[in-house]
């Protein structure tokens, strides 16, 4: 596995006492983001992702910024490969201080359109690819007794949706994985730790390139944010790790919502996300998908949406994300109560 570590010979020994930081999913969306608002931190970066051309341009732009940068064509759903460049970035940058997962698929399909194959794939990098880059963090930084492992997750983890069964289970599948980690972590006294960011709806070009089997592109549910606002909350939880944090109001809306009234949100749902998820246009018939294989050419921070992104979003971390969480969920039950005894009250009268 061909790595390279480039450094700006002029900030070099500067660079040398920065954070070495390792992110996933490095080359596009909010990956690619996040390793600019490191870079600008001051970081050294080690850069994970297949498309090797993305990897050279993104490297490009932090090296702009003098950054010390390695890269590692790779799949992260290969254990192996992950487990190698950890320790070729412990080698090559220094020891590392804070991992980013943020590699994901997803297939834009009905469950009953969904092949068992395209499920696995999803499931190998969108699940298992954040488990072998924690598994690799932690060889490095348990023994030192310190380091950040930053899971990029999603309101779905807490709230799946019509058309991404095989992404919303692979992000559950996240949370459980890092929940029952850090009840070890916590066991162990290790100074260690680990914390979740979990995003509403970015626009990032997975909505260009993700396998789909509907007629229409896919797009996010609105709103949409952009992924600068995750980028920011990424590096303040590497800074200042919670157990959690849920970015913008959306989240919390979705989140606290389906944790007082999950029936009332399956049938917003129902009723709502299918169209919710396709643009007008047409999918054509020579669109290619990333699930296998890369879109070289493709890879950029922004997708589609950029019009209608919001720029900046609240990052609530826990315990204040429950509260407001609750607080949101409770007006919802409330008004839902509300509505129904209104027109309840209404068919009486006129009996």
């Known amino acids: 596995m061909p790595l390279r570590s480039r450094a ?24 690619r983001a996040t390793a600019l608002e490191f870079a600008r931190h001051g970081a050294s970066i080690a850069l994970l992702a297949r498309d090797r051309q993305a990897l050279e341009a993104t490297e490009a732009e932090l090296q702009a910024l003098g950054c010390r940068t390695l890269t590692a064509p790779l799949d992260v759903s290969d254990a192996a490969a992950v487990y190698e460049a950890a320790r070729l970035c412990e080698a090559e940058l220094g020891p590392i201080d804070v991992w980013v997962n943020c590699a994901m698929a997803t297939v834009f399909s009905p469950v009953a359109e969904l092949s068992p194959e395209e499920v696995r794939r999803v499931t190998e990098v969108t699940y298992l690819g954040y488990v072998h880059g924690t598994m690799a963090a932690l060889e490095h930084m348990r023994p030192r007794d310190r380091g950040v492992i930053v899971q990029v ?23 459980g994985f890092t929940d029952s980690l850090r009840t070890e972590l916590i066991h162990a006294r290790s100074g260690v730790q680990v914390t979740a960011v979990h995003l509403p709806a970015m626009n990032t070009p997975q909505f260009d390139w993700a396998r789909t089997h509907r007629s229409k592109q896919p797009r996010p549910v609105a709103p949409v944010y952009d992924p600068a606002a995750a980028a920011r909350a990424i590096v303040h939880a590497a800074r200042h790790p919670a157990r959690e944090y849920w970015l913008g109001g959306r989240s919390l809306l979705t989140i606290g919502a389906n944790m007082i009234v999950p029936d009332l949100m399956d049938r917003i749902l129902a009723a709502q996300a299918f169209e919710g998820q396709d643009r007008p246009d047409p999918v054509a018939p020579d669109r290619r998908d990333n699930l296998y294989e890369p879109v070289t050419g493709a890879h950029r ?12 979003a609240r990052a609530f971390s826990a315990p204040a994300a429950r509260v407001a969480a609750a607080a949101t969920a409770g007006l919802i039950a409330g008004a ?10 209404t068919r009486s009268e006129r009996r």
Do not use: D, M, N
């Open 8 to 31: 700006a010979p002029a900030r070099a020994v500067e660079q040398a006492l920065k954070p070495v930081v390792v992110i996933t999913g490095a080359t596009a969306g909010v990956g």
């Open 153 to 175: 997750g999603s309101a779905l983890a807490y709230r799946g949706i019509p058309l991404q069964a095989a992404y919303c289970g692979a992000k559950h599948a996240i949370r």
């Open 301 to 312: 921070v922004r997708g589609s949406f950029t019009a209608e992104a919001r720029p900046r």
């Open 336 to 345: 839902t109560g509300a509505a129904v005894g209104w027109r309840l009250a």
